[in-house]
């Protein structure tokens, strides 16, 4: 017995298979990640609407004898060309895919994965480059949310204490969560000293005000509304250390999409 599905999916990764053919990596609002292979040459029109970061419906034709499957039609809605024509859209949207494919396709709510996949490419499509690099820590935040990963802002996991008058927390990878000075201190074996040693001495991560109500804003904003919340450089490149740490204890490694 064969079939053929149709699933709604977004293409992430495309890689060359055999003489002529390609392997295509899909996240499928149904299935999650599928892996199809697309026949025919350079000339084929469904290889060239097999590209990554396309979506739309995508027909696919399973062989339960071989246990393969082929794309056997793709009814392209979004084609998002400007992902091409800026280096730093293209790299922020390959992170974003490497990640999807890296943590599996983010394991049961693939419809909302999906989502905000695709809402976060639309964004990128037409951003300058510095929006480019805060929607790249944007998804991954909230990828971190959706495979239930986000640590409390605003209380020590420890202790349960908030900040004290600096405000400051660190994250501990270990943890998991959010440390106070004083449980920092302890986990970095009583070195309670200079900030900046403490950070060097434990991996823990210093996580500023700024940093975490930025990260709480964005919780709950679609990646459209992102360039409204400006904020310091500091501040972003804690929120950035913050989501590769968490993400890297995640998917055991840290990908080198993340940065170039
Ligand atoms: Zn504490």
């Known amino acids: 017995m064969s079939r053929t599905q149709v699933f709604s999916a977004l293409i992430l990764r ?8 390609r392997d295509v990596w899909l996240l499928s609002a149904e299935s999650g990640l599928i892996r199809a292979t697309v026949f025919g040459g350079p000339k084929s029109k469904l290889r060239a609407h097999a590209t990554p970061f396309h979506s739309g ?6 062989d339960p ?22 280096y730093e859209r293209a790299m922020s949207a390959d992170a974003i895919a490497e990640t999807i494919l890296a943590s599996h396709g983010g394991g049961g709510n693939w419809e909302t994965a999906l989502a905000l996949a695709e809402e976060t490419l639309d964004v990128l499509e037409s951003a300058g480059e510095e929006l480019c690099e805060r929607l790249l820590v944007y998804f991954l935040w909230r990828w971190a949310d959706f495979l239930g990963l986000q640590p409390e802002l ?13 405000g400051l927390l660190w994250y ?20 309670s000293g200079h900030s900046g040693e403490l950070a060097h001495n434990s ?4 996580v500023n005000p700024g940093c975490r109500r930025w990260l709480a804003a964005i919780n709950l904003l679609s990646p459209a509304l992102l360039n409204r919340y400006t904020m ?28 170039w």
């Open 14 to 21: 495309s890689r060359t298979s055999g003489e002529s053919n």
């Open 57 to 62: 419906q995508v027909w696919i034709y399973h």
């Open 65 to 86: 004898v071989k246990d393969s499957r082929k794309l056997s039609d793709f009814d392209v809605s979004s084609w998002r060309p400007g992902l091409r024509e800026l």
């Open 154 to 166: 605003e209380n020590c996991v420890s202790c349960a204490k908030a900040p004290a008058q600096d």
């Open 172 to 191: 501990s990878p270990r943890e998991g969560g959010m440390l106070c000075a004083d449980c920092a201190g302890g986990e970095s074996n009583g070195n």
């Open 203 to 206: 991996g823990l991560l210093q």
């Open 232 to 259: 310091d450089g500091k501040s972003f490149r804690e929120a950035k250390a913050l989501v590769f740490a968490i993400l890297t204890e995640a998917l055991g490694k840290r990908l080198a999409s993340w940065e």
